[in-house]
């Protein structure tokens, strides 16, 4: 159980174009998703945090408008790079926390999606 | 701020030893600490929980504990195969239901 899947695993697109990733709860209803950024050697950093039916909250520094986040339903929020550049170029991962005593005091990741941005 | 720390030099264990992977945290008092395994190019995977008030949690090989006037939590890989070789990550949930992750540990088994 608590399986959450990314789509794509890894993307490969021009400098200004925009890309979305998908992360869907496969089964069970997400509460809140997480969206975080990872750079080689490095530990996660939390980018924002979406909760269903309203507007994402994002870390200092972390840009909104070139990192649109939508949380549409209890099982999918989708990230979008926009107008992305090579230094977006980055592995991007979400996690999704639940509803129900045990599933909601941990995080669930997805596997990730590789963005190389060129 | 909150941290957490984790040893940040590789660990390489023969095959079937025991590892044993360290977690310190300060400026927190989490009322739980996680644990995670992370091999590259993927997303961390969950393996254990364990509250304030559990000394200890097993799961197979694995086995945690948590120490709260240590501030700190011990992670255990008994009989260790190559298979077990990624990183580990401890993590506390804290303000916001925001993880805070350490910077894992990477651990080796070696034939």
């Known amino acids: 159980g608590a399986v959450v899947s990314q789509h794509p695993s890894w993307v490969i697109c021009k400098s200004g174009t925009s890309v979305k990733i998908e992360c869907r709860s496969l089964d069970f209803q997400a509460t809140t998703m997480f969206w975080y950024r990872q750079f080689p050697k490095q530990s996660l950093m939390l980018m924002a945090t979406s909760n269903e039916g309203s507007k994402a909250t994002y870390e200092q520094g972390v840009e909104k408008d070139k990192f649109l986040i939508n949380h549409a339903s209890l099982t999918l929020s989708t990230l979008t790079v926009t107008s992305a550049h090579p230094e977006d170029s980055s592995f991007y991962i979400c996690s999704a926390r639940g509803t129900g005593r045990k599933i909601q005091e941990t995080q669930y990741f997805g596997p990730g999606t590789r963005l190389l941005v060129l | 701020s909150q941290k957490i720390e984790q040893n940040s030099e590789a660990l390489n264990i023969q095959e079937g030893k025991t590892a044993t992977l360290t977690c310190n945290y300060t400026n927190y008092s989490p009322a739980y600490l996680q644990w995670y395994r992370q091999d590259p190019g993927r997303g961390p995977v969950f393996l254990l929980l364990i509250r304030e008030n559990e000394k200890e949690k097993r799961k197979e090989r694995l086995k945690v504990t948590f120490d709260t006037t240590l501030k700190q939590s011990l992670f255990h890989i008994t009989a260790s195969q190559p298979a077990d070789s990624a990183t580990y990550l401890c993590?506390?949930?804290?303000?916001?239901?925001?993880?805070?992750f350490g910077t894992g540990t990477q651990l080796k088994v070696e034939l």
């Open positions: 993590a506390f949930t804290g303000g916001g239901n925001k993880l805070t």
